[in-house]
């Protein structure tokens, strides 16, 4: 199977003829074998679909992958060696989740929720994991009830993994006891089969559409080599080197990124500052990787600095944004130097951000993936201040039946320095339907973004609002970004598939949903 390093891309569109490369986890107990076989071949088989080929290329993470089996290591439980050595469910963009009669073996004590709370298995820890990273994740349930014998010696054993598995689905529910999330049944292996296949299909041509429209919004197949986001990675000593050398080499490869990592080799004190400082001023981030070891001893004032050292704590004072990454195995109790337990305090004592300073324990293939989170992230705030400091105009198209859901969002755009407009009540009573549609062109035209409420109103009523508006951001070759704010009634999934981007503010109000599409508006504009 294809790496992602092995194919450039952007996250918001694509290099013209370079596939889409997307990352699909599977997540299953034991009880369905089959299906997970099953799965596994969908993802191999997919991309070679004629209308497929050559459009995207799938990565298949999975413990038991027969080309890339997870090593699991004596003295930890199979779920740690997985999180160790795979991708996790929140780097991946889909993961798969099979259920039937088990939701799989408890986690260890010391792997739990936020809360405390323990982890009832792997999978719930896959699935959270995914949902808080809002990934998509595509849920199916055998719908055949577990036959349990009541001679059986693992009986109760059997009972308790169903009850645990019932508590996972009611954790899916809503307050007014509502599914809010989806979950597709099937009755066979074969009708599995065909649920995933077709399912798979469509969140890629879902994708593709999405990437090309992106791409045509954009005018260009990628940013200019001049504005390309620059990442400096610090010196490492010597038991980070073998992935320091692994993570450049990634990073060189992916178009719109320039890496800054040639420091100047030993240098007194002063000298070697004045070059770090120079790298690191023109980085938009600095990434530094500490092991377990200090780094070889320079001969400077104070006892074990080390130039890893030495350029983190230059970092602190002056880096715009950084990443430190620790390894999975990295116990900051363990480490012996006393140079290197001062920066550590520091960096722990540094009351920055997480934007601007983020330490993170994580495996060496989960390093690039953080980087692109991390740069992600810096764009997406830099044109949501962008956006702020332009006089921007939204067109909230909303029905009369919804008005009284869509307060949170009229006061919300100001705070954001973002004007909206809508059709007047008045005019939508008294107006002739041409002079309607001339209401909607003029508002269309003047406004960056437009945004289709979508509560007690049809469906379809959305849809033809949405097909209106793309029909004349074509045919005027507007930039116009389309999004839909979703206001109660709560609604599943299937109910809020959009080919455009979504805001769901159906339970609660959603303020980072908002603001992640009024930075993709003033990233296109």
């Known amino acids: 199977m294809p790496s992602g390093s092995a194919h450039a891309k952007l996250r918001r569109g694509f290099i013209v003829g370079t596939p889409l490369h997307l990352r699909v986890?599977?997540?299953?107990?034991?009880?369905?074998?089959?299906?997970?076989?099953?799965?596994?071949?969908?993802?191999?088989?997919?991309?070679?679909?004629p209308m497929l080929r050559g459009k995207v290329t799938l990565e298949l993470v999975a413990w038991d992958d027969p080309l890339a089996q997870t090593p699991l290591c004596a003295g930890e439980s199979p779920q740690e060696s997985v999180n160790a050595y795979n991708t996790p469910p929140g780097i991946c963009d889909v993961t798969v989740l099979i259920l039937w009669s088990r939701l799989g073996t408890p986690l260890a004590g010391h792997i739990h929720k936020p809360d405390g709370k323990r982890y009832a298995s792997g999978t719930e820890w896959e699935f959270e994991n995914a949902r808080e990273a809002a990934k998509k994740i595509l849920i199916y349930q055998r719908e055949q009830k577990p036959k349990i014998d009541i001679d059986d010696p693992e009986q109760q054993k059997k009972s308790d993994q169903y009850r645990a598995l019932k508590a996972f689905f009611a954790t899916l529910n809503a307050s007014d006891g509502s599914l809010a999330g989806g979950v597709n049944a099937y009755l066979n292996l074969a009708d599995f089969g065909a649920l995933f296949e077709q399912h798979l299909e469509a969140e890629i041509r879902r994708r593709l559409e999405q990437a090309e429209r992106d791409e045509r919004g954009s005018g260009r197949p990628h940013a200019a080599k001049d504005g390309r986001f620059k990442v400096f990675i610090a010196s490492a000593a010597d038991d980070m080197r073998t992935s320091r050398m692994r993570l450049v080499n990634e990073l060189r490869q992916k178009p719109d990124l320039e890496v800054l990592d040639e420091v100047p080799p030993p240098l007194e004190?002063?000298?070697?500052?004045?070059?770090?400082?120079?790298?690191?001023?023109?980085?938009?981030?600095?990434?530094?990787?500490?092991?377990?070891?200090?780094?070889?001893?320079?001969?400077?004032?104070?006892?074990?600095?080390?130039?890893?050292?030495?350029?983190?704590?230059?970092?602190?004072?002056?880096?715009?944004?950084?990443?430190?990454?620790?390894?999975?195995?990295?116990?900051?109790?363990?480490?012996?130097?006393?140079?290197?337990?001062?920066?550590?305090?520091?960096?722990n004592q540094h009351e920055l951000p997480r934007l601007r300073l983020e330490l993170v324990k994580c495996s060496t293939p989960q390093m690039l993936e953080l980087i692109l989170a991390k740069q992600r992230q810096i764009k997406e705030e830099r044109q949501r201040l962008a956006l702020r400091a332009a006089a921007t105009t939204a067109f909230v198209d909303v029905h009369v039946k919804d008005s009284p859901f869509a307060h949170d969002l009229f006061d919300f755009l100001p705070r954001e320095n973002v004007t909206p407009l809508t059709i007047p009540r008045s005019d939508a009573a008294t107006a002739t339907p041409s002079a309607l549609t001339s209401r909607f062109a003029e508002n269309l035209r003047r406004s960056q973004m437009f945004i289709v409420v979508f509560g007690t109103v049809a469906r379809h009523w959305v849809d033809e609002r949405l097909a209106e508006a793309f029909k004349l951001i074509l045919n005027e070759r507007l930039s116009t970004k389309l999004g839909v704010y979703v206001v109660p009634p709560s609604k599943d999934q299937a109910q809020v598939s959009f080919p455009v981007p979504v805001m769901n503010s159906s339970t609660q109000f959603d303020e980072s949903s908002l603001r992640h599409f009024l930075g993709q508006a003033a990233g296109a504009a």
């Open 25 to 49: 986890f599977l997540s299953s107990p034991g009880d369905v074998a089959d299906e997970r076989v099953l799965a596994m071949e969908i993802v191999e088989r997919v991309p070679r679909k």
């Open 269 to 347: 004190r002063d000298p070697h500052a004045a070059a770090v400082l120079e790298s690191m001023t023109r980085a938009d981030l600095c990434v530094h990787l500490l092991g377990a070891q200090a780094g070889f001893p320079v001969e400077w004032d104070e006892p074990g600095w080390s130039y890893p050292l030495e350029q983190a704590r230059i970092g602190l004072g002056n880096a715009r944004s950084q990443l430190f990454l620790h390894p999975q195995t990295f116990d900051a109790a363990r480490v012996e130097s006393a140079a290197y337990q001062a920066l550590l305090a520091a960096i």
